[in-house]
């Protein structure tokens, strides 16, 4: 019996080493994993397309296991939205976060602090800068009385508790909201904004190596030197997006989706304006969709449109088109109010979209005054002979005049026909096949 207890212990110890020794051979960490690093370029501003693009390669860093994803960094800024969900993506990511602002020259402006003082370790190249994040406007001034005074408090609170929790200094964070200090590289250290400066990415790893992270549940030993080094940018999808979200080119597109839906409207049956109207409206849309723009600019846009056309129609000298200018430069300038100053309309696009319109109307203007004023010249001699073509209600276009006319032999005129003048009655021609 004794045997049989030692025996069953035996086997049952020989189990638990068997399961302890499978366990332990089935999650050792691979040594490759810790020896990745994902350098994701962002050199552009901050907005919902770039906002996706680094999100998208933050959750790629983490799913693909790699030591750390390194986000190299310069941009003047963005929208303040888009920068929240961009720290939050940085605060949460499995993997630490360094944000390296490179190249020589780079900087990290305005909503790129954030994204900055965000990252488990923040580190700049020689020659870059970082700062200037005070809120202003929509419309680029500053915002006044109890209103800045909230949303100032609410930008350095939110600032320094970045700072703070990375171990990174407080006061200058309150003072890049307050006073939109700017600070170099050298600056930074000195100060303690920043944690590193490295004159190159495999410089920025061997000087990382051994570091260790801040911040609530952030502790990480970071072991990057030697590191093999994967390079993502923004490919052609997200820079063909973040181009059509440029403000400038969705007002353009918008008034060229106008210009050719209405002359569609006007001309029907010509249909490639109207395609290309189309098309281009379709795009405005979506830059709409994602830089939201004033209802009172897109408001007044139309109007203006409108009013141009209704001067081709009715006798104003002038007056309609005057205030469908003043109606279009005014909804231009109003039409991405809301947004940043870097997402507004150009306002010398603005002014030169108002000059070109403007001397397109007063060609046409002067054109159709001529017309108007010239006497018609009626020689029958001239014309009895000439060739001409058939239109519509019993008219023949010939040398660019329209006049009545009726056939020779009795048979009814068909448009698109060509038909040669044998006789003038009046203002009547007679024509008949040539």
Request: proline share 6%; net charge neutral.
């Amino acid at each position: 019996m004794e045997r049989l207890r030692a025996l069953g212990v035996v086997v049952l110890l020989a189990l638990l080493a068997i399961l302890a020794g499978g366990s332990r051979a089935a999650t050792p960490p691979t040594p490759s994993a810790q020896r990745r690093v994902l350098a994701i370029k962002f050199d552009t501003g901050v907005n919902p397309v770039t906002q996706d693009y680094l999100s998208h390669k933050l959750h790629d860093a983490a799913s693909r296991h790699y030591a750390a994803a390194v986000i190299v960094l310069d941009t003047p800024g963005g929208l303040e939205s888009s920068m929240r969900k961009i720290v939050q993506d940085e605060l949460v990511s499995p993997v630490p976060v360094i944000v390296y602002v490179s190249p020589n020259g780079a900087r990290a402006a305005s909503a790129g602090v954030w994204i900055s003082e965000a990252a488990d370790l923040l580190v700049m190249a020689p020659e870059a800068n970082i700062g200037s994040s005070t809120p202003i406007s929509g419309g680029g001034a500053n915002i006044g009385s109890d209103l800045r005074r909230k949303v100032i408090n609410d930008a350095a609170a939110s600032l320094r508790a970045l700072a703070h929790s990375h171990g990174r200094n407080e006061r200058w964070a309150n003072a890049a909201v307050h006073t939109a200090s700017n600070l170099t590289s050298d600056e930074a250290l000195r100060m303690h904004v920043i944690d590193r400066i490295a004159p190159s990415l495999p410089a920025l790893l061997r000087q990382a190596d051994g570091y260790r992270t801040k911040g609530p549940g952030r502790a990480f030993t970071l072991h990057l030197a030697g590191a093999h080094i994967d390079h993502v940018a923004p490919g052609f999808l997200t820079r063909f997006l973040d181009v059509l979200i440029d403000p400038n080119l969705i007002a353009i597109l918008f008034l060229a989706g106008i210009a050719g839906i209405v002359f569609e409207v006007l001309h029907p049956g010509v249909v490639l304006p109207g395609a290309l109207g189309a098309v281009s409206l379709i795009l405005s849309l979506f830059g709409f969709a994602i830089l939201p723009p004033s209802a009172a600019g897109v408001v007044l846009v139309l109007l203006g449109g409108v009013l141009l056309v209704i001067d081709l129609h009715v006798v104003s000298h002038g007056a309609f088109t005057v205030a469908g200018l003043v109606c279009l430069a005014v909804g231009l300038a109003l039409l991405f109010s809301n947004a940043p100053p870097a997402y507004h309309v150009n306002t010398w696009l603005i002014v030169g979209i108002g000059t070109a319109i403007a001397a397109f109307w007063a060609f046409v203007a002067t054109k159709a005054f001529q017309a108007r004023r010239q006497p018609v010249a009626v020689d029958p001699h001239g014309i009895v002979g000439a060739v001409g073509e058939v239109r519509e209600g019993g008219y023949v276009y010939v040398n660019g005049e329209l006049w009545r006319a009726r056939s020779a032999d009795g048979s009814p005129l068909k448009p698109g026909e060509r038909v040669s003048v044998e006789e003038v009655e009046g203002l009547t021609l007679t024509v008949a096949a040539p």
